[in-house]
């Protein structure tokens, strides 16, 4: 995100390369150019890593993972896409997909899992050529639109993936209740990470302040 970011994870042996995206290591605030900037940013680097092959996990910068959600992710090697919502009403107990049918909040990018298919590859494409033509639109808002143009039939009767999109991508809704977004953490006041309904611990937690 930042050279100072960029330099003290190098120093620490993490893999990590400069985007070249200029941005501030000040809060840039939720809704400012700046923040829309993170965001076009974000859809260009997905648009040009899926095409050499590499699947991608991207999260906000300020999400601190608990554990590693690949063997999860792992689970649904039929998904062209994996996303989070700000759904805050649990639709499972349990660490399935959530229901699809169940989610009527807007699919929340804070962390999505993205396979590089066909399918996948033309809405990374699609999204960014939305959001180059017209910088009012907010990245989030672009995914729900794209992703919600079809949303149905499931992909079968037991992953919980959903055609969506096309018809063709194949998406599925991380369990609100284990991905947790902000939203659903804070803003609303709902913690469900810690109800006694729910069978899994959280695969991580944003530590954003409002």
């Avoid at 919502?85 to 699919?107: E, K």
């Avoid at 990018?109 to 993205?114: K, P």
């Avoid at 298919?117 to 808002?141: G, P, V």
């Avoid at 499931?154 to 369990?175: H, I, M, T």
Wanted: some cysteine.
């Amino acid at each position: 995100m930042d050279t100072k970011l960029l330099e003290a994870l190098y120093w620490k042996g993490v893999p990590v390369f400069d985007m070249g995206s200029h941005m501030s290591t000040i809060d840039v605030g939720w809704g400012s150019p700046t923040f829309h900037k993170m965001g076009r940013v974000k859809v260009i680097l997905i648009d040009s890593i899926l095409p050499y092959g590499y699947e991608l996990l991207m999260c906000d910068t300020d999400m601190v993972w608990l554990k590693d959600p690949l063997p999860y992710l792992a689970r649904y090697p039929e998904a062209d896409v994996l996303t989070s919502s700000d759904q805050v009403v649990p639709t499972v107990t349990d660490d399935r997909l959530d229901i699809w049918q169940q989610v009527g909040a807007a699919y929340n990018i804070g962390i999505f899992h993205w396979r590089p298919t066909d399918a996948a590859k033309r809405l990374a494409k699609e999204w960014k050529d939305m959001l180059l033509a017209d910088e009012k639109i907010w990245d989030q808002n672009g995914f729900n639109d794209l992703v919600r143009k079809q949303l149905g039939p499931p992909v079968d009767g037991e992953s919980g993936l959903v055609y969506a999109f096309d018809g063709n991508l194949k998406l599925g809704l991380l369990p609100a209740s284990i991905f947790c977004i902000f939203i659903v953490l804070y803003s609303c006041g709902v913690a469900i990470a810690q109800s006694h309904e729910i069978s899994s611990k959280p695969f991580n937690v944003p530590v954003r302040t409002q």
